[in-house]
C-alpha cells in the first residue's frame, strides 16, 4: 500500500533521514521507535505530506503522495491537537466540515445530518458521549487524546499517523487507550504509524517495529549524517514482556 524509496530530509545543511526504503502493507501497524532527535517525527510529517522529501519519493497504492495533507492521512500529537474554544462535539464536526468544504467551512443539509451521526457514533464509540458538550479543558488529558483520535476518525483515513498519543497519560490510562486503539484499528482497518518512546508499547501495539538510527557516525561532527530504518521487526505482542514467560521462583537453577 505505502512504498518509501531512498527518502531522505535536510533542514538546511542538517541531515535528518537518510535514504529511507520501506514497504507497508495494508492495515500494518507500523510502531517507530529511536532516540530523540533521530527524525521520528519527521518521517510521520513527510508522511502527512506537512513536509516534503529532500529526495526520495512516498507513494501510496502506486502514486506519489502529493505535498500536502488530504484526508485520507489523519495524525494525531502528543497533545494540542484539539481546538479549546469548541465542545466535544463541535471538533468532531468541524473536522467534517474542514475536510468537505475548507473554504466554505461549513457543510449543510443532509451532509450535516451524516456528520452530527458520525460526530454522535464515535463519540459513543470512544467514552465521550457524556462530555459532548464540555470543552477540551474541562477534559481529562485521556479524554482529550479520545476526543483528538475521534476527531482524526471523522476524516476516515486510510492512514493514521500517531506522534506519543499516550505519552503524556498515566500507566492506568495509557491501558485503557492501547485496547481502544487496537478495537478501532480493527474496525476501521486502517494503517498506522505510531511514534513511541516506549518499547513495549512499541511491541504490545505494532504489527511491525521500525527502530531508527544513524548508521553513520562521526563523533567531531555529531550532526553530519541523519537517521534511517536500521531494524524492522516482526511483532505481534508475543514478545510483550507482559506474555513473556514468567520466571518460576522454584524452579533449580543448574
Ligand atoms: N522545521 C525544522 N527546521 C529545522 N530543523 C528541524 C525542523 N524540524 C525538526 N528539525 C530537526 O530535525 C531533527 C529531528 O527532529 P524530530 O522532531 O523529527 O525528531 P524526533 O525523533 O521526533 O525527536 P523526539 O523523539 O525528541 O520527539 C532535530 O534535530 C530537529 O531539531
Redesign the pocket.
Known amino acids: 500500500m505505502l512504498s518509501v524509496q531512498g527518502l531522505t530530509k535536510s ?1 538546511g545543511d ?1 541531515p ?1 533521514l537518510e535514504k529511507i526504503d520501506l514497504e507497508v502493507e495494508e492495515g500494518a501497524f507500523c510502531a517507530i521507535v ?1 532516540a ?7 518521517f510521520l510529517r513527510l508522511l502527512l505530506g506537512q513536509e516534503v522529501p529532500s529526495s526520495g519519493e512516498i507513494a501510496l497504492d502506486g502514486k506519489i503522495l502529493p505535498p500536502e495533507p488530504t484526508p485520507e492521512r489523519g495524525i494525531v500529537f502528543q497533545r494540542y491537537s484539539v481546538f479549546p474554544h469548541l465542545t466535544a462535539r463541535e471538533n468532531l464536526l468541524l473536522a467534517h466540515d474542514f475536510e468537505g468544504s475548507p473554504l466554505l467551512a461549513r457543510a449543510f443539509g443532509t451532509r450535516r445530518a451524516d456528520a452530527e451521526e458520525m460526530a454522535d457514533a464515535l463519540l459513543e464509540r470512544t467514552g465521550l458521549a457524556n462530555a459532548r458538550d464540555r470543552f477540551p479543558a474541562q477534559l481529562s488529558g485521556g479524554m482529550q487524546q479520545r476526543l483528538a483520535i475521534a476527531q482524526t476518525l471523522m476524516k476516515r483515513p486510510r492512514l493514521l499517523l500517531l506522534d506519543e498519543p499516550f505519552g503524556a497519560l498515566d500507566p492506568g490510562v495509557r491501558l485503557e487507550m492501547h485496547e481502544l486503539l487496537l478495537e478501532l484499528w480493527r474496525e476501521h482497518g486502517m494503517t498506522i504509524f505510531m ?1 513511541t ?1 516506549d518499547l513495549s508499547e512499541a511491541f504490545k501495539l505494532g504489527t511491525r517495529v521500525l527502530t531508527f538510527d544513524k548508521v553513520r557516525h562521526d563523533p567531531q561532527f555529531p550532526n553530519a549524517y541523519g537517521a534511517t530504518i536500521t531494524y524492522d521487526l516482526a511483532a505481534d505482542g508475543s514478545a510483550f514482556p507482559d506474555n513473556l514467560p514468567k520466571e518460576d521462583p522454584d524452579a533449580e537453577s543448574e
Not at 530523540?36 to 519527521?42: A, E, L, P, Q
Open positions: 533542514y542538517l535528518v529511536g530523540s532527535g533521530c527524525g521520528k517525527s519527521t511514534v518512546h
